[in-house]
């Protein structure tokens, strides 16, 4: 059974810092393209960042910048550093997992990012 529960979320004033973790089990995250994505009240879903099984890195727009992802192959986690946070950052933040091979593809329940003074 794939789980992917992520933590670090909260609330933080504008121009504060946090960091997400994803943490994975039933699946290897080095094998798959990890990312990050966002869904805030009354809107689509949105790219944050992804990085692919080779380690290539991409950023939505609006974070590029301000944003970084990593992997940890050795604790099987994927982070997303977050800088300069903006109160349209406010979201909840879903880790995924895709299997570029099968198409599987996996989503934890998210975390809820507030940016707010």
């Known amino acids: 059974q794939v789980q992917l529960v992520e933590s670090g979320g909260g609330l933080v004033q504008p121009g504060g810092s946090l960091r997400l973790s994803c943490a994975a089990s039933g699946i290897i995250v080095r094998l798959y393209a990890m990312g990050w994505y966002r869904q805030a009240p009354g809107k689509q879903r949105e790219l944050v960042a992804v990085i692919s099984r080779s380690n290539r890195i991409n950023y939505g727009d609006s974070v590029s910048g301000r944003f970084t992802i990593s992997r940890d192959n050795a604790k099987n986690m994927v982070y997303l550093q977050m800088n300069s946070l903006k109160p349209e950052d406010t979201a909840v933040y879903h880790c995924?997992?895709?299997?570029?091979?099968?198409?599987?593809?996996?989503w934890g329940q998210g975390t809820q990012v507030t940016v707010s003074s």
């Open positions: 995924n997992a895709v299997d570029t091979i099968t198409s599987a593809n996996y």
